[in-house]
């Protein structure tokens, strides 16, 4: 197994994660819908798309894993491969490293953490949408915003995040 292999697979750990938390929860709004003391349907709609929205980017995942692990591991071999001896270098860096796992372990982190603030994005977006008197909703989507945006930083530079830990230990060990 090669350093994208792992990766893929990691995404695809996430992705059918997501989407049994989908399910769970669309299967529960299901039930919450037939319950014959529901009675209010913007609700019921807000949290079906909600629902939907994990799946769908659980299916997403898992569909583009190799794309994905692709892009996550362009920066290190980027950052690396500056010669001629493309092949050699390549091959190299497709070995499954420390490294190459903690830039895994941050991607997957990144990913979660997006992952998990979609659906609440969706619902409070379609809130403010359908509900534009209530101020109260665009706070709330203020840490939803927020988190979705920390989450594609650490998905989109856990390269560079994983070499300042690394030098940030290394410095830490050399003064000791």
Excluded: C, W
Aim: proline share 2%; net charge neutral; hydrophobic share 55%.
């Amino acid at each position: 197994m090669n350093s994208r292999q792992f990766t893929s697979l990691s995404i695809k750990v996430i992705g059918v994660f997501f989407f049994i938390q989908g399910f769970i929860l669309l299967s529960n709004v299901l039930y919450s819908i037939f319950s014959p003391y529901n009675n209010d349907q913007l609700y019921n709609t807000f949290n079906i798309i909600m629902a939907l929205s994990i799946i769908v980017f659980a299916i997403l995942l898992y569909r583009f894993s190799n794309k994905l692990a692709m892009v996550m591991l362009e920066k290190e071999m980027s950052a690396h491969v500056a010669n001629e001896e493309y092949e050699e270098e390549y091959e190299e860096l497709q070995k499954i490293t420390v490294r190459s796992i903690h830039n895994v372990a941050f991607s997957v982190l990144g990913l979660f953490f997006m992952g998990t603030s979609l659906p609440k994005l969706v619902a409070l977006l379609l809130q403010i949408f359908f509900l534009p008197d209530n101020l109260n909703m665009f706070f709330a989507a203020v840490g939803s915003i927020l988190q979705f945006v920390i989450g594609l930083i650490i998905f989109l530079s856990s390269y560079r995040l994983v070499y300042f830990l690394n030098n940030v230990v290394n410095k830490k060990l050399n003064r000791d």
